[in-house]
């Protein structure tokens, strides 16, 4: 690509001005090196770049595929909710469920503690009593998202299927 035999001196090309006094504008007065670095110190070729890799870097998780055992005993898990619900007694449950990212593949799991109101088995959701910090839905979950169910109305559940 370059052969340093056929590029030419430098030293040759630009002798008739390589030795020339620097031009100083006579309207113009002598820019300090500080006042000439601020000029291009705003300047980003790169804007968002950073955003750009931090949002690339954000680790988020893939959703579990529950086997047939869990999904089993949230099965169970969601009609002892139910029966709670039907004699009048709303349980405190907490759940664990999948958020989906709102910009990437992926999300991640979280954890909330909250009474139900209700089971909605045709929307397939978990209506909650009050809506909690961290349900992105207005407090409902999908029973999709969900990953785990406990509560004092159902724990005895997790000892039947180990």
């Not at 790169?46 to 931090?54: F, I, R």
């Amino acid at each position: 690509m370059n052969d340093p035999e056929r590029t030419p001196d430098p030293r040759i090309v630009y002798g008739d001005i390589i030795h020339l006094p620097h031009h100083q504008s006579d309207v113009h007065p002598h820019m300090s090196i500080a006042d000439r670095a601020a000029q291009f110190s705003a300047y980003k070729a790169l804007s968002g770049y950073e955003d750009m890799v931090t949002e690339e870097a954000r680790i988020t998780d893939k959703q579990t595929e529950l086997g047939e055992a869990q999904k089993e005993l949230l099965n169970r898990k969601l009609l002892r909710i139910a029966d709670c619900l039907s004699k009048g007694n709303p349980p405190s449950v907490t759940m664990t469920f999948f958020i989906p990212d709102e910009w990437k593949a992926g999300g991640h799991y979280h954890s909330v503690t909250g009474t139900v109101r209700k089971i909605d088995s045709t929307e397939r959701k978990i209506h909650l009593a009050s809506a909690s910090s961290g349900i992105p839905s207005g407090g409902t979950i999908s029973f999709d998202d969900l990953l785990d169910l406990h509560g004092p109305c159902m724990d005895d559940l997790d000892l039947l299927i180990t």
